[in-house]
């Protein structure tokens, strides 16, 4: 089983005046020498921010008054633990204490037979009961062999529709929860990206970064991770259908998120928390 959590010793990192490449590149060498690999760029996510920041290549920028999430994955042959904790530095305690406590109280409700629907109403409920939000249109997931979202869906409501989890599945129960409108969508440019086809590319260039990002498989990688002079090979594969990019999800109407989340085995009468 993958037991690897290095997310307590990257969450000691964020500090005001620290550089978000700083604790990236820290975490994500972390993960190398406990003997994985990264399942995806650190996620440094901050105030309006869901998910999908990652620092640029030499990136200068520095941690203020932020709410940071740091959402990170390890994995090992492909098999992949997924986790994320929110590291307060605005002022907002209760923020941050509504997703956790819903991520506590969803993981105690789990267990073989459960339907998502149901676990999706205890998050909505213990959030709603600190005042605030989840965000309705990110969800929990299953994970597999080198897929990092796979079903199924964990919804962070009810939902008219559910999936009932057998004895076995391994998932991320991942709640947000923000004092805005409860909605993300796309926003600011992409540094995360990941291979969806390996069709023939004309350029020398993009022909080159192509078998640079093979190593990856479908996992999602950073610009950063390739070097400095990247662009234009990179928006070749992006428009030949190769590559997709991740797009930064912000909260459409500007509020902070905070986010919990662990990577589960489900059990018969409960789950087995795998990213501790």
Request: glycine residues 8%; contains cysteine.
């Amino acid at each position: 089983m993958l037991c690897l959590s290095p997310e307590m010793d990257a969450a000691r990192k964020v500090v005001e005046g620290e550089s978000l490449l700083t604790v990236a590149e820290f975490t994500e060498n972390l993960i190398r020498e406990k003997g994985g690999e990264p399942a995806f760029p650190v996620n440094i996510s901050r105030n309006d921010e869901a998910a999908h920041a990652t620092p640029s290549f030499n990136d200068k920028t520095v941690f203020g008054k932020d709410m940071v999430k740091l959402d990170i994955g390890v994995h090992i042959d492909g098999y992949i633990a997924d986790t994320a904790v929110t590291v307060d530095l605005s002022g907002n305690p209760k923020l941050v204490e509504a997703a956790q406590v819903a991520l506590e109280n969803a993981l105690k409700f789990i267990h073989a037979g459960v339907n998502t629907s149901e676990i999706g109403g205890v998050v909505e409920d213990t959030i709603g009961s600190f005042g605030f939000k989840p965000i309705i249109n990110l969800t929990g997931h299953g994970l597999e062999q080198y897929i990092q979202h796979a079903p199924p869906t964990i919804p962070n409501k009810r939902m008219p529709h559910s999936v009932v989890l057998e004895e076995g599945d391994i998932v991320a129960i991942e709640p947000f929860a923000t004092d805005g409108a409860g909605k993300i969508h796309d926003a600011g440019n992409a540094e995360i990206y990941h291979l969806i086809s390996n069709r023939p590319v004309r350029h020398p260039s993009a022909r080159a970064l192509l078998q640079e990002i093979e190593k990856y498989k479908t996992l999602p990688f950073a610009k950063r991770w390739l070097g400095e002079r990247v662009d234009f090979a990179l928006v070749q594969l992006v428009k030949a259908g190769v590559i997709q990019p991740y797009p930064v999800l912000k909260e459409i109407k500007g509020g902070l998120i905070s986010q919990a989340e662990h990577t589960i085995l489900v059990t018969a009468d409960g789950c087995e928390v795998i990213t501790k």
